[in-house]
């Protein structure tokens, strides 16, 4: 059974950090490219960065450019997102999610990322 489940979310405040996870179970984590989206509300779903599965490159969207990186460990199965410098704006539920061409892509159920004084 595919799961992913996100975890590290919560309430800070401005300029303040958090650090998400996302442990993997249930298919060949290293084959996939991972991704972290971020959905809020009222507002359509949107990439927030990536990573490859195997050279490890990285992307992120121009808003967290800077401030957000993205890392995977394939010994646990498990993709990170290192958040600073939070903003109000970045204030979302944040997915993962595991792409492979010609495959399903998997979705985890989000963890809520608050940023308010």
């Known amino acids: 059974q595919v799961q992913l489940v996100e975890s590290g979310g919560g309430l800070v405040q401005p300029g303040g950090s958090l650090r998400l996870s996302c442990v993997a179970s249930g298919f060949t984590f290293s084959r996939y490219a991972m991704n972290w989206y971020r959905q809020a509300p009222g507002k359509e779903r949107e990439l927030v960065a990536a990573?490859?599965?195997?050279?490890?490159?990285?992307s992120y969207a121009v808003p967290v450019k800077g401030r957000f990186t993205i890392s995977r460990d394939n010994a646990k199965n498990t993709v990170y997102l290192q958040m600073n410098t939070l903003k109000p704006e970045d204030t979302a539920v944040y997915y993962c999610?595991?792409?492979?061409?010609?495959?399903?892509?998997?979705w985890g159920q989000g963890t809520q990322v608050t940023v308010s004084s």
């Open positions: 990573i490859s599965s195997l050279s490890g490159s990285t």
């Open positions: 999610s595991a792409r492979l061409v010609n495959y399903p892509t998997y």
